[in-house]
C-alpha cells in the first residue's frame, strides 16, 4: 500500500493550545489519528464534523478527562489523519471508518459525543453497533434514527441555512470543488457562514489549527466530499430494523444546542432528536452558534459533566 502521509504533523501543537499525544491506526486502510486520554468510568468517544477536526473539543477534552477515559478521533481528510486520494468522502464511508477504528481499538460502553457530520456518522455506527454504545451526547448534531420525517426536515433546514443553499448553488454552477479546495485561505468566512458567534477565539494559533489540514485542493477531498455527498445526493444514512431502534431510543442521550447555529437549525433537529430519544434531555444554548464547543466552552463542559452523573 503507498504509504500517505497526513498533512498535519503528529507532533503539531498550535502554540500549546493541542497538548495531546498523537496516535495512529492503520486499521481503516490509511492513518487515522485518535487521542485517547484519561481514565474513569465513562469513555467518551468524540466525533468533529465540517470541516473541523478535534481541535473543536480541546477545552472539553482538557476537562473531561479529568474525569474520565476520552477519545477523539479525527475523521478520513480532517484534522491529522490521512487524505487518500482513492477514496471516496461520503457519510457511509465515515461510518465504515469509525467502525473499523472502534473495533480495532475494543471500545466498549461509550458515550458518543457529536458534532454537525459526527452525528450521522456517530448514529451510524450505534446502529450497526448498538451493544457498543452505553449514552448519546449530540452537540449541534443530528440524530438520524429512521424517523419518517427526516429527508423532509433536511430539505427545509437547507432551505433555511445560507451555508447548504451555497454548496447546492456551488455543486449546480460547478464552482463547489474549486471554491472549498482553498479552504486553507478561506477557512475563516466559511467557519463563519455556518455559526460561530465569539470572534475573540479567533488568534493566529486557531486559525492555523483550523488551515492546517487543508494545505492544497487534494487534501481538501475530505470538506469537498461532506459538501458535495450533500448536493448529488451520495450520502446513505443507516436504516435500523425495529429491534435496533427501540434498543437505541431506550439510551440515555442529551443535546446541546447553540440557537445561533446558522447550518443546522434547532427548530428541524432538535425534533429529529426528540423522535430519537422520548425520554432524553434538551438543553438550549441561546448566545452559542454552530461550534457550540467554541462559543460556550464552559456550558457544553459542565452540561455533559452533569449528564454522566
Known amino acids: 500500500m503507498t504509504t500517505i502521509t497526513p498533512a498535519v504533523p503528529s507532533d503539531a501543537t498550535f502554540d500549546g493550545t493541542w497538548p495531546f499525544t498523537a496516535n495512529y491506526t492503520d486499521a481503516p486502510g490509511y492513518p487515522a489519528h485518535y487521542i485517547d486520554v484519561g481514565e474513569g468510568p465513562e469513555t467518551l468517544l468524540l466525533l468533529h464534523g465540517e470541516p473541523t477536526w478535534s481541535y473543536l473539543f480541546r477545552h472539553q477534552i482538557a476537562e473531561w478527562s479529568r474525569h474520565h477515559r ?49 452525528g450521522p456518522t456517530g448514529m451510524g455506527f450505534a446502529v450497526r453497533h448498538p451493544d457498543r454504545v452505553k449514552q448519546i451526547v449530540s452537540v449541534n448534531g443530528p440524530t438520524p434514527l429512521g424517523q ?27 464552482t463547489l ?96 432528536f426528540e423522535a430519537a430519544f422520548p425520554n432524553g434531555k434538551i438543553h438550549r444554548l441561546p448566545e452559542a452558534g454552530h461550534y457550540s464547543p467554541e462559543d460556550a466552552p464552559q456550558d457544553v463542559t459542565s452540561h455533559v459533566l452533569s449528564f454522566l452523573g
Open 70 to 118: 476520552v477519545i477523539a478521533v479525527d475523521h478520513m481528510g480532517f484534522g491529522k489523519s490521512a487524505t487518500p486520494k482513492d477514496r471516496t468522502y461520503w457519510l457511509q464511508d465515515h461510518v465504515d471508518n469509525l467502525e473499523t477504528v472502534a473495533l480495532a481499538l475494543d471500545l466498549r460502553d461509550v458515550t458518543l459525543v457529536m458534532h454537525d457530520f459526527g
Open 148 to 174: 419518517p420525517d427526516l429527508i423532509d426536515r433536511l430539505v427545509a433546514n437547507a432551505g433555511d441555512a445560507p451555508w447548504f443553499q451555497w454548496i447546492l448553488k456551488a455543486h449546480d454552477n460547478g
Open 177 to 272: 470543488e474549486p471554491l472549498l479546495g482553498q479552504l486553507d485561505y478561506t477557512i475563516l468566512s466559511t467557519l463563519k457562514l455556518n455559526g460561530f458567534e465569539d470572534p475573540s477565539i479567533v488568534t493566529d494559533a486557531w486559525l492555523d489549527a483550523y488551515r492546517a489540514p487543508f494545505p492544497t485542493p487534494a487534501e481538501a477531498a475530505g470538506a469537498i466530499g461532506w459538501a458535495k455527498g450533500f448536493a448529488a445526493g451520495a450520502h446513505k444514512f443507516e436504516e435500523p430494523d425495529a429491534a435496533t431502534r427501540a434498543a437505541i431510543s431506550a439510551k440515555p442521550a442529551l443535546a446541546l444546542w447553540g440557537e445561533k447555529d446558522r447550518t443546522l437549525h434547532a427548530k428541524h433537529f432538535l425534533p429529529l
